[in-house]
């Protein structure tokens, strides 16, 4: 399982943006864009607010799919709550991105519903922290897993070509982007992405 994982970028404890999709009591479909972890072995974790159409599904059935993609209008219609039916494979008993490279069907084995209090994103609504197993793996095409940290990183290297040459005000908006996206990193990202995201918030500060 660990080298199937691999295969498609998926490391240890580190954190992946992926398409959720689920099927709701009544057969109904749904797609939402999650991010998870692999623990190791044949564990996974998630975490989603209280609320969504993903999360009800989860809690009433007890499995989820996490699709494996990079398909920009599919992370765009999740997102946004309405990925059509013409996305979904002709699977009947499970809810799966047609065409996609890869996918992870997951069953639930604990749910651990916590305050927003010490998240990023401050709200009311309770975080449910949902912990897996792997049932199943299956691989149909060459795809590694997204970690956004990779994107924060080139951002903020685009936004340093132009450092020197913009007023105060954008330069303080840029160094606002590098600590937030360093903070991101810190949390999603492996050791690599890590230092070089340090070594340029550091030329960033001599600037």
Same mark, same amino acid.
Do not use: W
């Given at each position: 399982m ?6 498609i ?5 580190l954190?992946?943006e992926?398409?959720t999709t689920?099927v709701?009591?009544n ?5 939402g ?15 989603i ?28 219609y999740?997102?946004?709550d309405?990925?059509?039916? +013409?996305?979904?494979?002709? *699977?009947?008993?499970? !809810?799966?991105i047609?065409?996609?490279p890869?996918? @992870?069907?997951?069953? =639930?084995?604990?749910?651990?519903v916590?305050t927003?209090?010490?998240f990023?994103?401050k ?9 897996g197993k792997?049932? +199943?793996?299956i691989?149909? *095409?060459?795809v590694m !897993?997204?970690n ?5 990183? @080139?951002e903020?290297? =685009?936004n ?7 007023d ?7 160094m606002?982007?590098?600590i ?5 990193? +810190?949390?999603?990202s ?7 995201m340090a ?9």
């Amino acid at each position: 399982m660990k080298d199937e994982l691999k295969r498609i970028g998926i490391e240890k404890d580190l954190q992946y943006e992926c398409i959720t999709t689920t099927v709701s009591k009544n057969g109904v479909k749904n797609a939402g864009a999650f991010a998870f972890v692999y623990l190791g072995e044949n564990k996974v974790h998630c975490h989603i607010f209280e609320g969504s159409k993903t999360l009800k599904n989860i809690l009433d059935t007890g499995e989820y799919v996490v699709n494996v993609t990079r398909d920009p209008l599919v992370f765009t219609y999740a997102t946004l709550d309405c990925l059509g039916d +013409e996305y979904y494979s002709n *699977d009947s008993d499970i !809810a799966v991105i047609k065409n996609t490279p890869a996918y @992870i069907i997951v069953d =639930v084995e604990n749910v651990d519903v916590r305050t927003p209090e010490n998240f990023p994103v401050k709200g009311n609504n309770n975080i449910y922290f949902i912990t897996g197993k792997i049932r +199943e793996i299956i691989i149909k *095409d060459n795809v590694m !897993a997204f970690n956004r940290g990779m994107s924060g990183l @080139i951002e903020c290297l =685009v936004n340093f070509s132009r450092y020197k040459i913009v007023d105060d005000d954008k330069r303080s908006e840029y160094m606002a982007r590098v600590i937030e996206n360093q903070r991101v990193i +810190e949390k999603v990202s492996d050791e690599k992405t890590k230092r070089a995201m340090a070594n340029l918030r550091a030329e960033y500060e001599k600037n």
